[in-house]
């Protein structure tokens, strides 16, 4: 979705309240790449920034000042209404299915919610960056992992294969056909096959595109 | 007081003797029962004198009653065949009357109640004593009524029934007139009377009516010379005059009635009644409508009774009496002031009343410490609550924050060190492993602590969170989306929480419903499994600190629960 040109370095605003993990962001990026074209202390130099330089992407805390409870996950779901073309990762310390579904709202292309501690692994957490700004969805492990575990009466999931539930958890995660393919060392024909199996056997309406599929998927999982 | 009490009884006594002595002196003996109701008339007025007296120490009532007594019993003199007992006795036949108005217009105080009373009272002893004084100046027993046996009238002027006969027509509308006024002015007073004098008045109405009616038989059957009446008139009717005592038995029972209708009063009162319900049923017990239970006015000498009607306990009403109560020092009693002859009936109503307001004010002193310890309760738990949100909020900006930035270095360390030396790689890499754990521990030590997510989301965010980790299959059946006030939802999480934990650990079933709905100022939350049953709301300490932590918020928890059907714990949470 981003227009820039594959050379130009993706732009990317740093919204975070506390100074020392900011600076350390800052750096990582820096370091990796990227072009930091701001840092914000609270929501609303967020959005000024946002308004000012349309990043191609924004790194946002959920809980910032002054209330403390999720101003950078309110402040992300505005960037994404007024600012399409902004791509936006929410960083927390826990993930929440509530959070998720605020920000995915109907559309989950250019938004990432994950573990802020995700930021010690450099490389796919600039991935997960770049992902986000080429408008994939990026899901983290850790809540996709809680909704597929959910203890279920007459659990549908446990039609599944091994297979299936492994290609099912990354589809949740927001990861494209080829990138599953990738990750499990299988075809991308065997891919499509286990996934058109599995929306079979949980009755669900194949979707071609990959945001329609991570939407449905994670809808179902809520349930 | 006894001694005086002691001759009055023995004179009483005495007249009596001399009554019965003196009557069966003439021959032929008169008729039994004539002689029995003349004998008890008088002695039936010396009793009453004498225990008017006993009771009612400070009035005129006693002495009253004895006048009449003695009144009544002297005038047997002229059945002695003498001729100057003869003169006295019938002289005097009739000052009873006279002293009997005298009665009925003290009554119940034993006091005239103006000049015009005193003077009409004169009035009626005069004139008794005139016509008595003139019909005896012309009247020859031996001529007319008496015969020839009779002894002589000592005071006969002069032997003419013409004489007499004009001045019995002059007497008889003058008599008349004197008993209409003193008629009058006693339904006068009853008229005028309220509370517990109306009530003393009562029968003094109907015995008046009785008494003058036989009076006014006797002065025109005399009159008249209806001489076959005379046994029914001046021997059987007297009779009525029994009346005077009996109304003095009458206000006595009065007294007693009303002493017990105040204990059942009082024990049938509500307890934390309020004062105006006091008053009314005081009032009710005592026969005393004007009854006025005043309280004083916070910050001033007024009162203002339980009506709303202020009170100047130094400027009373005309007939109006005030009480203090035992114990109750900001609070007075206003009556009629009959009532004060009756002490012992205003000390019990004072006692009664002092002792409900009493009642009163305890009771509402426990509920007031109630409500204290209950909003203290309330405080310790939101403090609790508070305290746990800035814990994990220290948490959260502090420790994680921390760790999250150690991580970041760490990870930044790992990319530099990239190729170089397998041992530090494998040291970073160590390292950065402890650091994700460290954090994982820390993040659900935090949300144990509290959740985050319910300052965050509120319930509907909270319970989401809570299904998707719970081991049994939790259903949300209903959750009002809006936010509520920390406490509530608080408490509705806790609820919720420890519910499905104990379905997870005694219900022996995988599933759960959980229901929270809003109704009219209160929030309901149910947590239904379908699991064993026999729970028991004092068998866990789990349950029984949940039902404090319910009861903390104003709520009330229930634990529904039969063995084999399945748990239903519900609790009722106050929500604005």
Known sequence: MSVTAPSAPLRVVIAEDAVLLREGLRRLLTEAGLEVAGTAADAVQLLTLVAAGQPDVVLADVRMPPTQTTEGLQAAVEIRR??????????????????????????????????????????????????????????????????????????PLAALTGRELAVLALMAEGRSNQAIAAQLYLSPKTVETHVGNMFAKLCLEPAVEDHRRVLAVLTYLRR | ?????????????????????????????????????????????????????????????????????????VPSLAHLP???????????????????????????????????????????????????????????????????????????????????????????????????IVLTLIFRHWWRARGWSRRAMVALVWISVAVIALSVAQTVASNLNLADSSLLLYGIAPVILLTGPALFVVSTLLARTARGALGTAIVDLQPGAPPEMLRDALARALGDSTLQLAFRVPGSAGYLDTAGQSVDPGQLGPGRALTALPAVSDALLVHDQALQQEPQLVRLTASAASMALEHARLQAEVRAQLEQVRASRARIVEAGDAERRRLERDLHDGAQQRLVTLSLALGMAREQAAGADPALQSLLDSAGQEAREALVELRELARGIHPAVLTETGLAGAL?????????????????????????????????????????????????????????????????????????????????????????????????????????????????
């Open chain 1, 82 to 155: 007024r600012w399409p073309h902004t791509a936006v990762v929410v960083l927390s310390q826990h993930v929440e299915t509530e959070h998720l579904f605020e920000l995915l709202a109907d559309d989950p292309r250019g938004v990432g919610y994950v573990l802020k501690e995700r930021v010690a692994d450099v490389r796919q957490f600039t991935a997960a960056i770049a992902r986000v700004a080429a408008g994939e969805s990026v899901i983290d492990p850790e809540v996709v992992a809680r909704l597929v575990a959910r203890q279920r009466r007459d659990n």
């Open chain 2, 1 to 73: 007081m006894t001694r005086r009490l002691l001759a009055a009884a023995l004179g009483a006594v005495a007249a009596v003797i001399f009554q019965v002595a003196v009557i069966y002196s003439q021959r032929p003996f008169p008729l039994l029962i004539v002689t029995v109701i003349s004998v008890a008339v008088g002695a039936s007025f010396l009793l009453a004198g004498l225990a008017a007296w006993h009771r009612w120490p400070a009035s005129r009532l006693g002495l009253l009653f004895t006048v009449t007594g003695y009144a009544w019993v």
């Open chain 2, 464 to 576: 989401q969170a809570l299904a998707e980790r719970s081991t049994v299959a939790t259903t949300i059946a209903e959750v009002p989306g809006r936010r509520y006030p920390a406490a509530v939802e608080a408490t509705a999480y806790f609820v919720v929480s420890e519910a499905l934990a104990n379905v997870a650990k005694h219900a022996l079933t995988d599933a759960a419903v959980v229901a929270i709905r809003e109704l009219p100022g209160r929030l309901l939350v149910a947590v239904t499994d379908d699991g064993a049953g026999g729970a028991r709301p004092d068998g866990g300490s789990g349950l029984r600190g949940l039902a404090d932590r319910v009861a903390s918020v104003g709520g009330v928890l229930t634990i529904d629960s039969p063995p084999g059907a399945g748990t239903r714990l519900a609790a009722e949470i106050p929500c604005p």
């Open chain 2, 82 to 180: 003498y001729a100057l007992p003869f003169t006295v006795g019938n002289l005097i036949a009739s000052v009873y009357a006279a002293s009997l108005a005298h009665l009925a217009l003290a009554w119940p105080t034993g006091r005239l109640r103006s000049r015009f009373e005193c003077g009409v009272v004169i009035a009626v002893y005069a004139w008794n004593t005139l016509q008595s004084l003139v019909s005896m100046l012309f009247w020859n027993p031996a001529t007319s009524g008496c015969g020839p046996g009779c002894p002589a009238n000592l005071l006969l002027a002069s032997d003419s029934p013409a004489v007499e006969r004009v001045f019995d027509q002059i007497s008889v509308p003058v008599g008349l007139s004197l008993s209409a």
